[in-house]
């Protein structure tokens, strides 16, 4: 069985939950090794949709054992919503299905208040963080002062570190940001209430997944967010706070670059953003509208619309070489349909490279090419061959330009809407 990463491609909202959907039932396990509930993944499943935030996408799949792992920043609140949320739905959650990295860190009352004080101080220049206290928490992660998992169920180690902290704490939302303190008894009690859900669920993680792997279960490392979100490789300082790339996938689970098989990157046929930052393809007209509308774009966390445009090859390809890509995913290319012409940018004037920092990166002029669209709907097509010429066409082009097989394309928001062109999916 193989060991599988699969990542975004773009900034983001590219349709991975749907795809860690579709993959997990060819896997025992997934990993969420990233980020945290700034994720908001989308499963369809027979009509029915459920959002997840923090809870791996594979926990639809009845044999599928779901890690959040170390690498991921945990909003306890959110979690036990989560969880409460799937079990109201005839969700199985249970400490054999879901497991919590010990060693994953935790998003505290304050990260969250630091995260909009900042982001309201910042005016203009603000990044449109999702408000969840991602940036902070990472910040105190590896700053040395965080508070991990198997500190918060040990309710002594709680009330020391919110005393030792909470004071400079409060001191920097008071004077650098006008905003309230918080309560640190309070701030004891909510954490408090959450600490006996979790218990069962958290251990090391890192012995579970190494004897999955020995027994050749297959794991799949599900990322979050997207490759230009990357601290190191996105478009700084418009980011992340974490390693989105499929590096990642290792250090946030605990597993050599020697077990893992497959890199898949997934992208819409077109592409999205939420947030500040620059977006070189980005349409703010009558086909960006279009976008925004037939694709639903609107943030699976935030709600808040997505900015959207063409499909950048340049910055595909260069996903690619990030992540060491083995197969692209192409969602959501049913949403191209009636569109008399469709552009991809294939490069920068005057450049090479896709250039890195959000300075370069807002002065570039796109090259396009354009390419004739086509008016069927794509609902229901499941074979390559079934597809519109120009629909066949326009993907050939894409696999050409971005150098990686395109091994499954989407049709819609269903798990079943996809046409599988190649591994590991076939
Ligand atoms: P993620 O964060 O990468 O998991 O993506 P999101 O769930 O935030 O956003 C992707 C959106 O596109 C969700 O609403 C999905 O249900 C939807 N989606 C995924 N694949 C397809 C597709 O092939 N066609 C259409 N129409 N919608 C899709
Ligand atoms: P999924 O996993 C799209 C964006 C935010 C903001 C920047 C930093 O669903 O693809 P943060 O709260 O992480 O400090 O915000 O990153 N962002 C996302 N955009 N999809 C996501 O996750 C995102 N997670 C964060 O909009 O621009
Ligand atoms: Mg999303």
Known sequence: MLNIVVVGAQWGDEGKGKVVDLLAQKVGYVVRFQGGNNAGHTLVVGGVKTVLHLIPSGILQANCVNIIGNGVVIDPAVLVREMDALVAAGVTVNPYRLVISTEAHVILPWHKALDLARESAAGEGKIGTTGRGI???YEDKVGRRGLRIADLLDRSTLGRHIAMVLPDVNRRLVADFHAAPLDG????????????????????????????????????????????????????????????????????????????????????AYCTRVGSGPFPTELSDAPGERLRAVGHEFGATTGRPRRCGWFD???????????GMTGLVLTKLDVLSGMETLRICVGYEGLLDVPTGAVALSAVTPIYEDLPGWSESLTGVSTFEGLPENARRYVERIEALVGVPVVVIGTGAGRDEVIVRGRPFL
């Not at 020995?214 to 992340?240: C, K, M, N, S």
């Not at 090859?313 to 992540?323: H, P, S």
Request: charged share 20%; with cysteine.
């Open 313 to 323: 090859a340049a910055m595909v390809q260069t996903a690619a070489m990030l992540n």
């Open 185 to 268: 008894k309070a701030c004891f009690a909510e954490l408090d209430t959450l600490v006996e859900r979790l218990r069962p669920h958290a251990r090391s993680t890192i012995r579970l997944l190494h004897d999955a792997m020995r027994r050749g279960d297959g794991i799949l490392f599900e990322g979050a967010q997207g490759t230009f979100l990357d601290v190191d490789h996105g478009t700084y300082p418009f980011v992340t706070s974490s390693n989105t790339v499929a590096g990642g996938a290792c250090a946030g689970s605990g597993v050599g670059p020697t077990c893992i098989d497959e890199v898949i990157g997934i992208a819409k």
């Open 135 to 137: 940036g902070p928490a």
